[in-house]
């Protein structure tokens, strides 16, 4: 069983950065592609950021510009490099990763709140 860990969530003013980091237990084999999720109260999980092996990269709409992902090489340790945070960026930050044999895990989740 893989598991994933999430770190680098905290507290930060509006238009400051975070830098989240989320490492597997093990190296991965067959990866598809790796993600970040958030969940704020009261709403959706919503899909912020994700990468796939083809190379492909997309954000949702509403971090564009202001959010980064990058992976290690061996598909192992994803990041989120956040920027210019606003008080609706406060949620529950999650990392998934999906395989090409269709299983998928997801890590525990680390909260970012974003208040002066």
């Known amino acids: 069983q893989v598991q994933l860990v999430e770190s680098g969530g905290g507290l930060v003013q509006p238009g400051g950065s975070l830098r989240l980091s989320c490492a597997a237990s093990?190296?991965?084999?067959?990866?598809?592609?790796r993600g970040w999720y958030r969940q704020a109260p009261g709403k959706e999980r919503e899909l912020v950021a994700v990468i796939s092996r083809d190379g492909r990269i997309n954000y949702a709409d509403s971090v564009k510009g202001r959010f980064t992902i990058s992976r290690d090489n061996t598909w192992n340790t994803v990041y989120l490099q956040m920027s210019s945070l606003k008080p609706e960026d406060t949620a529950v930050y999650s990392c998934h990763a999906s395989l090409l044999n269709g299983n998928d895990y997801w890590g525990q989740g680390t909260q970012v709140t974003v208040s002066s």
């Open positions: 093990r190296v991965f084999f067959g990866i598809q592609a």
